[in-house]
Structure formats: structure tokens, C-alpha cells
């Protein structure tokens, strides 16, 4: 993904709850039904629509580098968990509180407080600590998973009976807004991390997530239908096997996805230092030569060249060009690399480094001093190396 994709994605969180939310919390304060319904029959309360617009204005501020910001952040992740926390309270104990009659009169489903104290708590994860910023993440995508589910059963009429599942499809599309921003709030770990990416993984998961979550919830919905129609077991149970199908869905394509991640950055490293390690042999004063062991039909060891660098070119005096590819005895100063022939077998033998010592090797008429030594190297081949010697 483009890395400027957070700020458009926070954008988009914000609108989309302000239009949503925001038009539910002014048709109770203007008493327009219609907004606080959208048609569907079921009613978005006051109450969630502020706790849901608190979550969606602390999204941009739960990442900041600034201790304030994430302070306000988490203090509006607690005003979200309060709402739900006490909404739950109520349903629970039966023990009213009023916190049905704060801002307009409605009573809050249980399965709204439920998704509001999931989606606070990992409002507050996300904004804390580094080491809890993954398990706020993996909370905001179970909201995600369990708003799209129940919310996509309200709109076609199918979900399961009860007041747990007793959603606005409009309040589950607000907080999959919501949920979805926080998903991905800090793309260095998971489930962000391995979806984001530019990688090999990240293009991986992105292709198969939609058909991961897509499918199951496809199953579900066609379950509850045949359930209902047949007087099969209860819906729930349906439901949330389907639940189940999808969150290990989605978790198989995480990791799996987060395993090809870091196989690519594993390539994409091991790339970057082979070009690292190849400019440093090319600039390095050091002459170095790649030698493949071999042998004459008598057995006699004759080595060929198959590699090396600027420098052994100089101090020996013959371009690579002409040497590349040749054995041993066909190079124009075989006769001063007896001493060579020898260490490159015992190396090739043993797998020990071995000094060889100072050679001389005419070089534009010039006898040039070098210090020479054979070390192993992969795939079986000996590297030498030479050092000019100061007179």
C-alpha cells in the first residue's frame, strides 16, 4: 500500500460515522425518526451514536507521537467503554442507572454495549503501550468480524433471534467503520502488518482476505435461512460456527500471509547484501580470485578461473576478461603460481585457510611482490587473495 494511505483511511472512518452516527444523534435531538432509523425498523440510540463518533474522532489521535493526544485518545476510548459498560450493567443486573434517559430516551441493545466495550477496550490498547498495540488490533478485528456478520443478518432479515444480536444494521456498519481503522491503526504488527505490506505477503493476504471473510459469511447467512425453514438446531449455534469458520479464516490468512512477509524481507535483505558484499569486493584494494577445483585426465590438479575483482587485475597485470574461464596452467604468469596450485587443492580438500606466502609476478616488466592466501568459499570453489607487498 501507498504510504500515505492512513490519513485517507481515517478520513474515511471519520466521515463515514459522522454521516452515520451523526445523522442518528440529530434526528433524536430534532426528533426525525427517519435518521435514526434509515428506513431499516431498527433504532441507532443516542447513546451509541456519541460513544461511536468519540471512537471515530480518537482514531487519528490514538498514533500520534504526542503523549497528549494519545491521553485524549484513551479518554475517549473510556468514554466509549463507559457507555457499553453500563448499558451491559443495566441489562444484566437490572439496576437502572439512567444512562438510557442522558441524551434522549431509548434503551441500548445488549449486543450494542457489547460491541461498544470490545471496540473501547481496543481503542485504549491501540493508543498505550507498543506491546499492546497488536492484541488492541486483533480486538478491533473481531468487532469488525461480529459487527459485519450480525449487521449483514439485521439488513436481509436472517440473523439470529435475541437481544445479543440485537444490532442496528446501520450501528454495525458505523462500527465496522470504526473497527476497520483500528485493524490496521499501527501497520507495523499484527493483523496490520502482513495486509499492508508491499510485499509478496502483503498481496497474498489482500487477494484472499476478502474471500475469507466473503464466504463464511455467505454459509452463515444461507444456514440460518435452511435453520429456520427446516426447524433445525438454534440460529446461533449456526451462527456462530460460521463466526468460528471465519475468524480462523482470516487468521490463516494473517499468518500466512505475516510467514510470506517475512520470507520476501528475508530475500529482499539477502539481495540487498549480496549487492553490498559484490560493490565492497569490486572497490576493495585487495585482489581476489574465485577458483573451481578440476583435474587433467592424468589426475593432476588444474584449477579454472571463474571470478574476480578490479584489483587482481592490476596487481597481476592481465584484464579479467582474458582470464575468466581459463584453467590454471593457461594463464600468461602460471609458472610464478606453483605454490597456488597446491593450496588451492588443500583447501578445496580440508576446507582450512592456507597461506601460501609471497609470490613475484612480472607486471609491465616489473616484478610485483604479493602476499597470497587461499580460503574456502560455497558450492566447493577456493577464493585467493593478494596483497601487494611495499619495497
Known sequence: MPPG?????????IVGVGLVAGL????????????????????????????LIAAAC?????????????AVACLLGLVVVAVGAATAWQRYTGIDLGIDQWVAPGRVGIGSADVL????VALLLVSGPRELHALGQWLALLVLLLAAFIGVGQALDIAPEGELFAIAPHTAVAACFVSGA??????????ARPLVGNDAGGRFGRRLLPLAVIGPLAVAMLAVVVVRTQRLPPDVIVLAMAGLVALVSVGFVVLSAHRLGIVDESRRVACE??????????????????????????GNPTPRLVASNPAAAALTGVERHLVIGKSLDELPYALCLGGVREAIAEVARTGQPREVGAIELPVRGVKNALAVRAFALPDGTVGVAYVGLSR
Not at 433524536?28 to 443516542?46: H, I, K, P, R, Y
Not at 480518537?58 to 494519545?70: D, E, K, T
Open 58 to 70: 480518537a482514531l487519528p489521535l490514538a498514533r500520534g507521537p504526542s503523549v497528549m493526544r494519545r
Open 273 to 298: 547484501a549480496e549487492r553490498l558484499y559484490g560493490r565492497i569486493i569490486e572497490e576493495s584494494p585487495v585482489g581476489i580470485e574465485v577458483w573451481r577445483p578440476d583435474s587433467d585426465g592424468a
Open 182 to 191: 483500528l485493524c490496521v491503526l499501527h501497520p507495523q504488527v499484527l493483523p
Open 117 to 120: 466495550i470490545v471496540l473501547g
Open 24 to 51: 442518528a444523534l440529530v434526528g433524536w435531538l430534532a426528533g426525525v425518526e427517519v435518521l435514526t432509523t434509515f428506513g431499516s425498523g431498527a433504532v441507532m440510540q443516542a447513546n451509541v451514536a456519541i460513544a
Open 5 to 13: 494511505w492512513m490519513r485517507p483511511l481515517h478520513v474515511a472512518a
